[in-house]
């Protein structure tokens, strides 16, 4: 790749040395678990897998997919970490060379990495004489190309997007940054991915309508050293002090005791929520090999989380793609509530024998005026194999349309109604929303507008 900006180049090296290091050390160990003495090879979570005398099958294969894996999610996770705070240090036009370069970079890295594990295992698998056919039993979700060229488009939206030309003039927009704290202990790293990408989703689509930025934060990136007190004492005060949101995940582990709290998450999550902000915690329901748990740990969490639960409301998931559901329409319904309490107020100017109306956006206008239309006064949210329908009074509102953002604008339009209360989900599954009495008052108000 020609001509790459200091940022690309730098992060060109740090690949093809990451590259070469995991094939000399820890691809090549793996031919060495036979052996009478035990090898150590690194398992990517603070700990290491030792094997020594036995056959690379069952279980010695499940656990070499597993830590590829896992050591893939990481090592992106911390790529994009550093690629954000790196180009914020420069003009745009740099920052939108660095991404499109590093796009195909990260990309390209995540699939040799991907060919590494297939070719190795499939080496480990013959006989010396000739290879089997080969596999692939790697968990690649967030580092497969389209996701990682999402990612760097996201990050485009949030530090290259909020300047446009007009003749010879740089337009801008003000906007209030919210922080985001993502709070967790070390076994749940596609979370912590996942909070980021619907980070960096939100601002690509609400960003500059709603004149707000969603900022996350964590301790990896945000901290710097200091001395004269406890460590998560200093992170409380650098990091987590500022913070306007926290999301918390959890799966089998608490963390480490601070010396102060049981972990240094459940410390942010106490301290966050005695300071009045709104937390979000939420569990993992993913299913758990009890023989592969610190007991310990997984014990001090469900103390945890029993406690919390008597403090207020927690949520849990099934998989990734539920949490990632859940926590997008979540975390929506608090932006927007901190939005309301920032603005004080979002009436517009009254004029003279005109009805106070809320602000609400375009899209929320249409769709109430179109409910109250309807006969039962019913929006109905349904997904399916071939897209999303959102119907009311006989209109599909999303159409044919397949446009993430079209889709987007109209569950934003939704959520916006039940957030100001002018439908609500009887339900609670958020498939079928009903007019409530203020849903069709105001809808008068706008109709006499």
């Known amino acids: 790749m020609n001509d790459l900006t200091p940022t690309s180049s730098r992060l060109s090296l740090k690949l093809d040395t990451e590259l070469r290091r995991m094939h000399n050390e820890w691809f090549f160990k793996w031919h060495f678990i036979g052996e009478r003495e035990a090898v150590e090879i690194d398992r990517f979570d603070g700990g290491v897998i030792r094997y020594g005398g036995i056959q690379y099958s069952g279980s010695s294969q499940v656990v070499f997919w597993d830590t590829i894996s896992r050591y893939l999610r990481q090592k992106i996770e911390e790529l994009f970490e550093l690629l954000e705070e790196e180009i914020q240090r420069h003009p745009i036009p740099v920052r939108v060379r660095t991404l499109d370069q590093a796009g195909p970079l990260i990309a390209t890295f995540a699939k040799s990495i991907r060919n590494a594990a297939i070719e190795k295992d499939q080496v480990l698998r013959g006989s010396g004489f000739e290879k089997p056919a080969p596999m692939d039993q790697g968990r690649w979700q967030t580092s497969l190309e389209p996701v990682i060229i999402r990612r760097i488009d996201a990050l485009k939206d949030i530090y290259c997007a909020q300047q446009q030309t007009r003749g010879n003039l740089n337009m801008g927009f003000q906007a209030t940054v919210l922080k985001i704290m993502i709070a967790s202990p070390g076994d749940v790293v596609p979370e912590r991915v996942m909070i980021r990408e619907i980070i960096h989703e939100w601002n690509a689509i609400h960003a500059d309508k709603r004149q707000i930025v969603l900022l996350p934060v964590g301790w990896e990136t945000h901290s710097y050293p200091e001395m004269g007190q406890r460590a998560q004492a200093i992170i409380n005060k650098q990091i987590l002090a500022d913070a306007d949101v926290l999301i918390a995940a959890f799966w089998t582990k608490?963390?480490?005791?601070?010396?102060?709290?049981?972990?240094?998450?459940?410390?942010?999550?106490?301290?966050?929520?005695?300071?009045?902000?709104?937390?979000?915690?939420?569990?993992?329901?993913?299913?758990?090999?009890?023989?592969?748990?610190?007991?310990?740990?997984?014990?001090?969490?469900?103390?945890?989380?029993?406690?919390?639960?008597?403090?207020?409301?927690?949520?849990?998931?099934?998989?990734?793609?539920?949490?990632?559901?859940?926590?997008?329409?979540?975390?929506?319904s608090v932006i927007y509530s901190l939005h309301l309490k920032d603005q004080g107020s979002l009436l517009e100017p009254q004029q003279a024998g005109q009805p106070e109306v809320p602000a609400l956006s375009p899209s929320a206008q249409e769709l109430l005026l179109e409910a109250s239309k309807d006969k039962s006064g019913v929006i109905t949210f349904s997904q399916y194999l071939g897209g999303v329908q959102i119907s009311t009074n006989g209109r599909d509102l999303v159409g044919s349309s397949s446009d993430k953002r079209e889709i987007a604008r109209w569950r934003d339009a939704i959520q916006e109604l039940e957030d100001f209360g002018y439908i609500e989900d009887r339900g609670g599954k958020g498939r079928v929303y009903f007019m409530t009495h203020s849903g069709y008052a105001t809808s008068d108000d706008l109709t006499e507008r």
């Open 254 to 332: 608490l963390g480490t005791p601070t010396g102060s709290s049981a972990s240094g998450t459940a410390e942010e999550i106490s301290e966050h929520i005695a300071a009045g902000k709104p937390a979000l915690i939420y569990f993992s329901a993913a299913p758990v090999k009890l023989d592969e748990v610190d007991h310990a740990q997984y014990a001090a969490l469900s103390d945890f989380k029993k406690d919390v639960m008597q403090k207020g409301l927690i949520e849990q998931y099934e998989s990734l793609a539920d949490f990632k559901e859940k926590l997008t329409r979540q975390l929506n």
